[in-house]
């Protein structure tokens, strides 16, 4: 039996997540039936992590055993030819037995888009959110790097998780801002990408997190009110829950890959 191992971009605006449901419209019910017809097993692949609907994925994770022959560096451009054209493996490497995706991940990195533009981007209306107004991008900056350290999250996860401790660490979090689509002479502030990284998240941690900081960006928080949001262990006291399409699963660090590419 092997066990391999791949990397997997997607677009996920036409998809109600990453995990299986019974409807069938998730990633992951895509990519068991890809290895299903190239490979004529039953799988059930096991991914780095979840992804909710709407939300996308530059280098998702997931590992499945198989006891298929067929050559390792053959599987990406092959699964490819049977997925959708948003669904695209980038990577195969084959991997020890005890490897486990989600077990042995060291290290996440989320990214989430705003267009802080006038008008919306025709081209990247669904991975990027749209903030019509005038942000303060500086206190933004200064705001995120409260996040920064080990932490009860309790505040910026989501009223239905069911996780036993809300404690994660962040490792880094910081903001960085394109402008090369920016008008001459206009009220555009450009593209502000936020990046996070962290040992794991809590369902919409990121996503609240992000609203927490539109509210800075907007007036309605101070910088130095994260710590006390933080403290507070409440969901109320922290800002909305930023729409789910301008978050993308951007890296997944493993120790394991060392001397690999993945």
């Not at 190239?38 to 992804?51: F, H, M, N, P, Q």
């Not at 502000?192 to 609203?211: A, C, D, E, N, P």
């Not at 006291?237 to 690999?260: C, H, I």
Request: hydrophobic share 35%.
């Amino acid at each position: 039996m092997r066990n391999l191992c791949m990397k997997v971009s997607y677009d996920g605006t036409r998809y109600n997540g990453f995990q299986t449901q019974l409807d069938g419209r998730t990633i992951q019910d895509h990519l068991e039936k890809a290895i299903k017809m190239l490979s004529g097993e039953d799988v059930k692949i096991i991914a780095s992590g979840r992804t909710d609907a709407g939300v996308h994925a530059y280098g998702q994770v997931f590992n499945f055993p198989t006891q298929s022959t067929i050559p390792v560096e053959r599987w990406a451009m092959a699964l490819n030819t049977r997925l959708p054209a948003d669904i695209i493996v980038i990577e195969a490497i084959e991997v020890s037995e005890r490897f486990h995706s989600r077990h042995c991940a060291k290290r996440k990195t989320y990214r989430y888009t705003v267009n802080a533009n006038q008008f919306i981007d025709v081209f990247q209306r669904h991975t990027q959110f749209h903030h019509h107004g005038k942000l303060d991008i500086e206190a933004m900056k200064s705001a995120i790097k409260y996040f920064i350290g080990t932490y009860d999250f309790t505040s910026f996860a989501s009223r239905s998780s069911t996780k036993t401790s809300h404690i994660r660490t962040l490792f880094d979090a910081y903001i960085v801002v394109d402008e090369t689509m920016c008008r001459t002479s206009s009220r555009d502030q450009g593209v502000i990408h936020t990046y996070v990284t962290g040992s794991g998240f809590l369902q919409h941690m990121v996503r609240i997190m992000m609203g927490t900081l539109l509210e800075v960006g907007e007036g309605k928080k101070l910088p130095e009110d994260i710590p006390g949001i933080i403290a507070a262990l409440d969901r109320t006291q922290a800002g909305p829950t930023a729409e789910g399409k301008g978050l993308m699963l951007w890296d997944v660090e493993y120790s394991e890959f060392t001397n690999k590419t993945l």
